[in-house]
């Protein structure tokens, strides 16, 4: 399974219409710490096997998608599942707490 490069052309399609939840996460290229957690996502993405997808903005890129959910500070996530999202989880500071925040969503 492979992380999806989140738009807004292909952002509602991924998020709305997916039978499997997604947890979105906001980033860019120029923060450090985005550069930091990309290896404990993709680990979270490897123990999940497939039970939850993986997609990325680039605030760079798509702003509006940014502002629609109140994205001010990256990295954030977001958790997508049955067409609802969850809480903005903003910088998160370990795996564990990230674990922590899927179950609870």
């Known amino acids: ?25 906001f980033w860019a290229p120029w923060c450090g710490y985005c550069r930091r957690l990309g290896p404990v996502i993709d680990q979270l993405e490897e123990d999940l096997q497939g039970t939850v997808a993986i997609g990325k903005v680039n605030l760079d890129d ?3 998608l940014a502002e629609k959910f109140d994205v ?34």
Do not use: C, R
Request: net charge negative; charged share 20%.
């Open 1 to 25: 399974m492979s992380q999806l490069t989140l738009t807004s052309n292909n952002f509602q399609e991924h998020t709305n219409q997916n039978t499997t939840p997604i947890i979105v996460e």
């Open 62 to 64: 798509e702003p509006e």
């Open 72 to 105: 001010d500070t990256i990295p954030s996530l977001l958790m997508f599942k049955d067409g609802q999202h969850s809480e903005l989880l903003v910088n998160p500071g370990s795996k564990a707490e990230i674990q922590k925040w899927i179950k609870e969503v």
